[in-house]
């Protein structure tokens, strides 16, 4: 039985027979944490499952991806666990490593997403300045590939 196994059962015994975590480790001997820990990893897509049983981590590897929020991030750690042998503390690391890089990231596109968007502001308010003269003058936004195109058109006959 793997530690998915063990998860699925505690879950089943919880549904039947309507215990709580705290009950189910009474009965077991072990600590209301350690079933909270197992029920975790339910967590875990199936396809992650499949790699963590294939690939021979520890649960502590297993309950470390956890952290991550998609498969894709999960498998590429797993694969580092197996290339680097890394231990349980150095894989939190790097979890953690990628989760200030992308968290850095996000951060970087919101002020960037703010900049644009001031910058936009600023040549709508142009335009209407260059309206106001007299000056014929358009502005197009297309969005073509996943980039924005503003196009100004001005008429000087």
């Known amino acids: 039985m793997n530690m998915f196994d063990e998860a699925h059962a505690l879950k089943t015994m ?3 027979c309507g215990l709580t975590q705290g009950e189910i480790a009474k009965r077991m001997g072990v600590s209301q944490s350690y079933v909270a820990n ?4 339910l967590n875990i897509s199936d396809e992650v499952r499949k790699r963590i049983i294939e690939s021979q981590i520890s649960e502590r590897h297993a309950r470390a991806l956890l952290k991550l929020r ?9 694969d580092k666990i197996i290339k680097m042998r890394l231990t349980v503390r150095a894989t939190e690391a790097l ?3 990628m989760l200030i890089e992308e968290k850095s990231t996000s951060l970087y596109d919101s002020l ?3 900049k644009v968007r001031c910058f936009e502001e600023m040549l709508s308010a142009a335009v209407k300045g260059l309206l ?3 000056i014929k003058v358009r502005q197009d936004t297309d969005e073509f590939c996943g980039k924005r ?7 000087d006959r």
Do not use: E, N
């Open 14 to 16: 919880i549904m039947m």
């Open 38 to 41: 197992k029920l975790r990893l």
């Open 70 to 78: 998609d498969a894709k991030s999960q498998c590429d750690v797993i």
């Open 95 to 97: 979890i953690d490593d």
């Open 112 to 114: 960037t997403r703010d």
């Open 132 to 134: 106001s003269y007299g």
């Open 149 to 155: 195109f503003i196009t100004l058109c001005i008429d």
